[in-house]
C-alpha cells in the first residue's frame, strides 16, 4: 500500500474518463457477438460508470455484469450481456478500443502507400471515392481492393485533400502504422497528488487491487466462465513488464506482486 502512495506521490495518475470517448468505440468480433457496434457509447455497466474507460472490459468481467447502457446513433439503450461472454472477452486482446481516425504514424518498409506519395501525419480519409472519418470504417473497406490498384484519400495538414493511386496487396494491407497516441483525440485526466493526499489514495488504490484480485480467484473456480482457461489473462508476469524500462511502471508492478504475495 505504501509503494502505491510513494507511485500516486512522484507520477500522480492520468486515465482516459469513459465519458470523454465522444467518438465511441471500436468493437472486435467478440464485442460484436455481446451486441456492440463500432460508434456505440459505453454510458454504464448494471446502470454504474466505470469513470476510467480502460477499466470497461475488467468490470464487465469481474463484477460478472449483466447489462449495459450504451449511446447508438443518438438513442439510450441497453444491452443484455449474453451468458457466456466472459471466456471470449478473457481470451481477447481488444475487444473494445476508443475509436480513431487514420493517421500514418510511420510506414513499412515495403508500404505501397508510402511508394504512392503518403507522408508522415496524413490522415486516410477515403478510399475510391468513398469517404469516411475513422479507422474502422477504412478495414471495412479496404479488403475489397486487394490485389488492385486503387485512390486513397488523405487530407495533409488538416486542409489539403490529396488523391494517392495506391496499389494494394493480397494481404489487402498498405503497410501504414496508425497513430494510437489517444491523447491525441481525447482529453485525459490527469490528477496530481501532494503526499498526504497520497497515503489515503495509495491505500485506496491497494484495496481496490486486493478486490479486483479476489473477484478473478473466484472465477478460476467458476467452470462456465472457462478462466482457468486464461489464466496468463490475469497472472502472464512476463508479459506484463514494459519493454522499454519505466520506473513508474515498475514500481506499480512491484506493488501488485507484493500484493499477490501477501
Same mark, same amino acid.
Given at each position: ?6 507511485? +500516486?506521490?512522484? %507520477? ?18 467478440? !464485442? ?23 477499466l ?25 450481456i ?6 471470449? @472477452? @478473457?481470451k ?8 480513431l481516425?487514420?493517421? !500514418? ?14 507522408? @508522415? ?13 475513422? %479507422? ?36 489487402? +494491407?498498405?503497410?501504414?502504422? $496508425?497513430?494510437?497516441n ?16 497520497? $497515503?489515503? !489514495? ?32 490475469? +497472472? ?6 514494459s519493454?522499454?524500462?519505466? %520506473? ?15
Open positions: 500500500l505504501f509503494i502505491y502512495s510513494i507511485v +500516486l506521490f512522484t %507520477w500522480g495518475d492520468s486515465y482516459i474518463p469513459t465519458k470523454n470517448v465522444t467518438a465511441g468505440i471500436m468493437v472486435d468480433s467478440v !464485442a460484436a457477438d455481446m451486441g456492440l457496434k463500432n460508434g456505440d457509447k459505453i454510458l454504464s455497466i448494471d446502470r454504474k460508470e466505470t469513470e476510467n474507460f480502460f470497461i472490459v475488467h468490470d464487465i468481467v469481474v463484477n460478472d455484469a449483466k447489462t449495459l447502457q450504451i449511446e447508438r446513433d443518438g438513442n439510450r439503450m441497453e444491452l443484455e449474453p451468458s457466456g461472454s466472459i471466456a471470449p @472477452l @478473457l481477447s486482446t481488444t475487444p473494445i478500443f476508443p475509436r481516425p487514420f493517421y !500514418a504514424q510511420g510506414f513499412h518498409s515495403t508500404s505501397p502507400a508510402k511508394k504512392a506519395g503518403m507522408e @508522415l501525419n496524413d490522415r486516410i480519409i477515403g478510399v475510391n471515392g468513398s469517404y469516411f472519418e475513422y %479507422w474502422d470504417e477504412f478495414k471495412a473497406i479496404i479488403p475489397q481492393y486487394k490485389d488492385q490498384t486503387t485512390t486513397i484519400s488523405v487530407q495533409r495538414n488538416e486542409k489539403d485533400t490529396i488523391d494517392l493511386n495506391v496499389a494494394i496487396g493480397s494481404d489487402g +494491407l498498405i503497410g501504414v502504422l $496508425v497513430d494510437l489517444l491523447s491525441r483525440y481525447y482529453e485525459e485526466k490527469s490528477i496530481e497528488y501532494s503526499f498526504i493526499q497520497a $497515503v489515503p !489514495a495509495g491505500i485506496n488504490k491497494g484495496f481496490r487491487t486486493v478486490s479486483s484480485y479476489l473477484k478473478q480467484l473466484k472465477l478460476l473456480f467458476k467452470p462456465e466462465t472457462k478462466a482457468y482457461e486464461s489464466i496468463g489473462g490475469f +497472472l502472464k508476469i512476463g508479459s506484463i513488464f519493454p522499454v524500462w519505466d %520506473w513508474q511502471s515498475f514500481w506499480n508492478l512491484t506493488a501488485f506482486l507484493s500484493i499477490i504475495l501477501a
